[in-house]
């Protein structure tokens, strides 16, 4: 069973599109996170959520909107696609907020053309 | 904010060698330090993490040693195998104003020649 599954694995859209991508983990954990990779390899934080709760907005355009349906989802629609907004999107969870391990789901590739 | 500053970007090792990751934080109020690791095409994984109330920790072919008076800790990989070829990212907590999330360092793409 994988742990944190994310869909689609990959997406290739046309600038000013809507897409979402959607995440689900079955460990049971209370805070699960998006992470975005550029090319570089860089893994930088956008959103996490604690029980449903949002606690973490990094400053990430408003076109970036997370919704947590219950404690095992957590979806990421992005509005008005832009080429920068190509990389790749990681979800992640962990059994509570902070110090914990982060288990990472498998990545979706978005490419904005 | 915190900030993570890892070196070297890239390291290139033969079989067998011994692979070096340094970095180094800024403030934290938590004490936790963890490495991932990150295979191409895949989500990064942990490695190893230290908690330091001791100054290292050994796993396998993997150490932390930490250094909390200097603000650095550092990943070694000993006798290094091919199969190590990979991302590697530390993390360190924020600090007091941002609470005990995680900030990942840039990353280290280790290639080990065989």
């Known amino acids: 069973d994988t742990a944190v599954s994310q869909t689609p694995k990959y997406l290739v859209t046309q600038m000013g599109n809507d897409k979402s991508i959607k995440c689900e983990q079955n460990?049971?954990?209370?805070?699960m996170y998006w992470y975005k990779q550029d090319s570089k390899k860089f893994l930088k934080i956008m959103f996490s959520?604690?029980?449903?709760?949002?606690?973490i907005n990094e400053t990430v355009p408003n076109r970036f909107s997370p919704k947590s349906p219950d404690k095992a989802h957590l979806n990421l629609h992005i509005n008005s696609l832009e080429l920068g907004d190509s990389a790749v999107y990681f979800c992640a969870s962990s059994q509570a907020f902070g110090q914990e391990t982060q288990y990472f789901g498998p990545g979706t590739r978005l490419l904005v053309l | 904010q915190q900030q993570v500053k890892q070196s070297p970007q890239s390291l290139i090792v033969q079989k067998g060698g011994i692979s070096i990751i340094n970095c180094a934080y800024e403030n934290t109020a938590f004490d936790y330090f963890p490495w991932y690791q990150q295979f191409p095409g895949k989500g990064p994984a942990l490695l190893i993490a230290i908690r330091p109330d001791v100054s290292e920790k050994k796993e396998g072919r993997f150490t932390i040693s930490f250094n909390k008076s200097a603000k650095q800790f550092s990943l070694h990989i000993m006798d290094s195998q091919p199969g190590d070829s990979a991302t590697y990212f530390c993390?360190?907590?924020?600090?007091?104003?941002?609470?005990?999330?995680?900030?990942f360092g840039e990353g280290t793409q280790l290639t080990v020649n065989p």
């Open positions: 460990l049971g954990h209370d805070t």
């Open positions: 993390a360190a907590p924020g600090g007091e104003t941002s609470g005990s999330r995680l900030t």
């Open positions: 959520y604690n029980n449903k709760e949002l606690i």
